[in-house]
C-alpha cells in the first residue's frame, strides 16, 4: 500500500491529499451505513406486531354517562309529564308523608297520589300502606336522568319520610332516539347517586331499593340478563351503604322462568296480582 501511494505522490499527487481523501470516504461509507441503520430500525418498530399490538391496545374514550345526567322529559307516554311534575310539587307542599316512592311507570300506575289515570293496584297499595300518607313520585317512561332531574327541581325539598322506596332503572335498558341505552355498571351509577341526593335531603330517611323487575315474557328475553346484572350490582350499592335490597323478581317468575299474564298483563307492568307480590315484600320490609 506505501509503494502505491507512493508511486500516486510521485505522480503528481500529494500524498496528504490521497490519504485525506481516503478517510472522508471511508466517514461517508461509515454514516451511509449508520443511516441505513436507523430507517430500518424506524421501520421495524412502527411494522412490528409488538407496535400494532400496542396501537390497537389504546383504550378508546369513554363516552359520558348518560345515567347520571339529570334531564327533564325525554320520553312521550299516555300523561303530561310537566302536569305530573307541577302535581307532585303542589301534595308535596300540602303533605307530610311516611312513604315516598321514587320510581317509572310500574310505580306511577300503582295507586297513591298524585292520581294518575291508570291504577292498576288500587287493592294492593291499601294492603301495603293503609291510611298513612304517600307521595308516589313514579313518572311513566321516566329514566334515573330524569329522576336526578326531578330531585334537582325541587320534588324532595322539605320532606322527611320514614322511608323511601326507589324502583328505577328498567327504561335504562332500552334505547331510543331521545336516549341511549344503559350499561349495568352506569344505571347502578346512577341509582348511587340519586340515593345520595335523597339521603342529603333528609339523613334520617330510610331507604327501601328494589331489584329492577323481570321483563320479557320468556327466560331466555335478552333483558333477563341484563336486569341480573344489574340487580347483582344494586345488591353490591345496597349493602356498602346499609341500605335495604329488595329483589322480589323471582316471585313474579313461574318455575320455567316465563312470566304469567296474571302477574304482568304486558310481560313488564304488574297486575292487580303482581303488585300484591310488592305489597307483601313492603310490608315486611316496613314493618307492617
Known amino acids: 500500500m506505501l509503494k502505491r501511494e507512493l508511486r500516486t505522490w510521485a505522480n503528481g499527487y500529494p500524498l496528504v491529499t490521497m490519504l485525506a481523501t481516503r478517510v472522508r470516504i471511508r466517514r461517508m461509507r461509515t454514516t451511509t451505513r449508520h443511516r441505513n441503520l436507523g430507517i430500518a430500525f ?9 407496535a400494532i399490538s400496542q396501537e390497537s391496545a389504546a383504550p378508546a374514550t369513554r363516552p359520558a354517562n348518560t345515567a347520571v345526567i339529570p334531564v327533564p322529559k325525554l320520553e312521550n307516554d299516555s300523561y303530561d309529564w310537566y302536569a305530573r311534575h307541577a302535581a307532585v310539587l303542589d301534595v308535596q ?42 307521595l308516589n313520585m313514579g313518572f311513566g317512561w321516566d329514566r334515573t336522568q330524569n329522576v336526578l332531574w326531578r330531585l334537582e327541581h325541587g320534588e324532595f325539598n322539605g320532606l322527611h319520610p320514614r322511608y323511601v322506596i326507589i324502583n328505577i332503572g328498567t327504561n335504562n335498558l332500552t334505547g331510543t332516539k331521545n336516549a341511549r341505552e344503559n350499561t349495568p355498571a352506569e344505571i347502578a351509577e346512577a341509582i348511587n347517586l340519586i340515593c345520595d341526593r335523597v339521603l342529603a335531603r333528609s339523613a334520617t330517611s330510610k331507604i327501601i331499593l328494589m331489584g329492577v323487575f323481570p321483563r320479557g315474557q320468556r327466560a331466555d328475553n335478552p333483558f333477563r340478563p341484563k336486569i341480573r346484572n344489574l340487580n347483582e350490582l344494586l345488591a353490591e350499592l345496597a349493602k356498602k351503604r346499609s341500605i335495604t335490597f329488595l329483589d322480589i323478581g323471582p316471585k313474579m317468575l313461574q318455575d320455567d322462568g316465563s312470566i304469567s299474564k296474571q302477574i304482568m298483563g304486558d310481560a313488564c307492568h304488574p297486575t292487580e296480582q303482581g303488585y300484591a307480590i310488592w305489597a307483601e315484600a313492603l310490608k315486611a320490609a316496613t314493618g307492617e
Open 93 to 134: 307542599q300540602k303533605s307530610n308523608p311516611e312513604i315516598v316512592l321514587i320510581g317509572d311507570s310500574i310505580t306511577h300506575f300503582w295507586a297513591g297520589e298524585p292520581a294518575a289515570k291508570n291504577r292498576n293496584g288500587p287493592a294492593s297499595w291499601k294492603a301495603a300502606f293503609g291510611d298513612r300518607p304517600v
Open 42 to 50: 424506524v421501520l421495524l418498530t412502527i411494522c412490528s406486531p409488538w
